[in-house]
Structures are given as C-alpha cells and as structure tokens.
C-alpha cells in the first residue's frame, strides 16, 4: 500500500439507547404484569446465582435479569438498496406469551447499525494507491465497524451492572438488586457469522462447532451429534490468542489481511482477524459467546429447509406435466386459509387475497409469484 498502517475513518452518528437505561425505565414502568422475579424451578437452578453471597451492606433480593436480543437487516423496498438494521431487545423475565403479542410492546428498539458508506472507498483510495484493495479488506473493515458499534452499546456502565447488579425500585415498589445476563441473541446465519467473526460458509461453517464442510453429509447422526458436543466452540484463551496473533501480524507487522501468515492461523477453524466485541465484555462472565445463538426457526428451516423442499416439489410436478400441476393447485385452495398462508409466507409467496376468494389465497400456487402491489 501507498499509505500502510491502520488509518481512522469517521462516519454518521451510531443511533442507540444505553441498554442500561432502557433497563431501568422498564424495570420501573413494566408493560406486562408477568414479570418473573424468580425463575422457574423446574427449568433453572437459582442456587448458582440468586443464592451466592451478595455485594457487601446489601441485604436486598437478588434477581436475575435476562436480556433477548433480535437483530435482523431489512431492505425497506423493492425497488431500491435502501436499508435499515435494527436491534431488538426482550426481557426474559417477561411471560413469552406476552412477548408473542404484538400489543403487549414488549419489544424494544435499541439501535439501528449502520454500515460503511460508499464515501468509504474514496477514503481508501487515498492509502492503497493504484492497486487499490481487493473484498477481503472490505468485508475485514465493515467487521470491524460492526464490533466498533456493539463496543459502544456494551459501555462501561452495562458491564458494571453484569458484575455488580442494579438497585431499582420496581412496579411493585420494592427495590430489588437485578444482576444482568446475556441470554440470546437471534439472528440470522450471515449476521451470526458477522457477529461472532466467523468466515461465511468456511471449511468449518457451523456457528456452533468445529465439525468441518466435509462432515456435514453426516448430519442427524449419533457420530455428528458426539462431534458436535466435543468440537463445540468455544471463546477460550487459544482462540483469543490466535486472533491477537492475527492481529499483530496486519496493525503491527502491516501483512494483508489475506496474508499466508494470516490465513495458517486464522483458517482452520473459519476464523478472522476481529476482536469480537461479544467475546470481549462478556467472557469474564463465563459467557460462551458462540452458545449464545440458538437455531434461528424462522430464517434457517422456514425460509431455508422449507423453502428449498417446496421448490424441489414444484421440480417434480413440473417434470411429470402439467395434469399434476393443476392438480397441486386444486388441492391447496382446500387448504384452511390459515394454514394456507403460512405455506404461502415460507415459501416466499406473498398473493393478493381476494375478497370474493373463500378459503383460498391463490389458484396458482404452484408459480411461486410474488405480487409487487
């Protein structure tokens, strides 16, 4: 490079609420009634939290407070790159049949990520030269930008809070001390590899575990489901150390992030050159990041697993003519209207439903069309 070294770049304004305060003004001013104080004994063990000895002079309850995040990037129309990334937080302590109506609001909008702008690549320009960079310095900064803005949201005072509890008065006019704990976080798979530093769809591309591409063929096994509870990932002092290392290599040593040296530590195991924010607030916390991200239903089996048998159907049909074709359409219009729009959802089929139509969404399933209007 003309210019190497790390070089800053100022962007707009990070959009966020402190989570901290956003906790406390719900903690107040619940909207739900079912706020759990203590969990659920049959599927919790209080004595490895709420029974440990409290801070020093403090004789008040100990509670447990869950935090649920969501995130998931949306384009805000089809006819433009215009984008918006919310994050969205739950309590855990709320009733999950209160958190599945949508009037309950008790769904919290906690920021809006952004990514690196356009103007970003004129910036570089000016260091790189005529050779220019290539994608793998990209998809590094705009990994690095994303963890720059999760550093922010787990500010000094959330972290403090994790360690040493808050004391609030509740709706019930009680003070109680909440010790805050990283529950979940949903997304989907491009976002969890983003957000755990993960190489998308890399020799090994599971979020959860070391098993590798080639062994994948072996799922639903006894053999993968014991690889998958030995392999697991874990945000240990060997993975750490790699990373640092990594990183020596590119801000100190000025290798490319693609450098053979990079790649011999990094690659192995699909990672890449980022200190994951998650990884560093919240290990001191016994908090294995990598755990911390269940099964996502709706993006990885409705919309993925689904979706692709339901196309594989339609190949089929299409391939033993039309008779039966006509005949798939037939039988889902008998379909019940509700069970009919699920199927029309997931399979990314979204049909103007008609007034004068009875219990049926569309005669032509089979065309997979969506309606723009």
Request: charged letters at 15%; one cysteine or more.
């Amino acid at each position: 490079m003309q210019v190497p070294g790390a070089q800053d770049f100022t962007t707009a304004d990070f959009q966020y609420c402190p989570i901290l305060s956003v906790v406390q003004e719900l903690l107040s001013n619940p909207n739900s009634l079912q706020f759990h104080f203590v969990p659920y004994n049959l599927k919790w063990k209080p004595e490895e939290i709420q029974e440990l000895p409290g801070e020093p002079g403090c004789e008040l309850e100990c509670c447990i407070l869950a935090l649920m995040f969501w995130s998931d990037a949306t384009q805000l129309t089809a006819f433009s790159t215009i984008k918006v990334w919310p994050l969205y937080m739950f309590l855990g302590n709320e009733s999950k049949y209160q958190q599945s109506r949508p009037h309950s609001y008790l769904c919290h909008n906690i920021a809006y990520f952004k990514v690196l702008p356009d103007s970003f690549k004129d910036f570089t320009t000016g260091f790189a030269g005529q050779k220019g960079t290539n994608s793998n310095f990209f998809s590094h900064c705009n990994c690095e930008f994303t963890h720059a803005q999760w550093d922010i949201l787990l500010d000094n005072d959330i972290i403090e809070a994790c360690k040493h509890g808050i004391i609030v008065e509740c709706f019930d006019r009680i003070q109680h001390r909440f010790y805050i704990q990283f529950f979940t976080y949903s997304a989907n798979y491009p976002e969890k590899i983003l957000l755990l530093c993960l190489r998308n769809l890399g020799q090994c591309p599971c979020p959860r575990c070391l098993i590798l591409m080639s062994q994948i063929s072996n799922i639903g096994t006894p053999q993968d489901r014991k690889l998958q509870e030995t392999q697991a990932r874990v945000n240990n002092t060997t993975y750490l150390a790699k990373i640092l290392s990594a990183r020596k290599l590119i801000y100190k040593d000025n290798y490319a992030v693609n450098n053979t040296a990079v790649e011999r530590l990094l690659k192995p195991h699909s990672l890449v050159p980022t200190t994951s924010a998650l990884s560093a607030k919240l290990s001191p916390f016994n908090i294995n990041i990598f755990s911390l991200f269940p099964v996502n239903i709706l993006h990885e089996t409705e919309l993925g697993v689904w979706k692709v048998i339901y196309m594989h159907i339609m190949h089929i049909l299409h391939c033993q003519g039309q008779a039966l074709i006509n005949e798939f359409d037939r039988f889902f219009c008998l379909i019940p209207e509700s069970f009919s729009l699920i199927i029309i959802l997931v399979s990314g089929m979204f049909h103007h439903l008609d007034e004068t139509q009875s219990g049926n969404s569309s005669t032509n399933s089979s065309e997979m069309k969506r309606t723009a209007a």
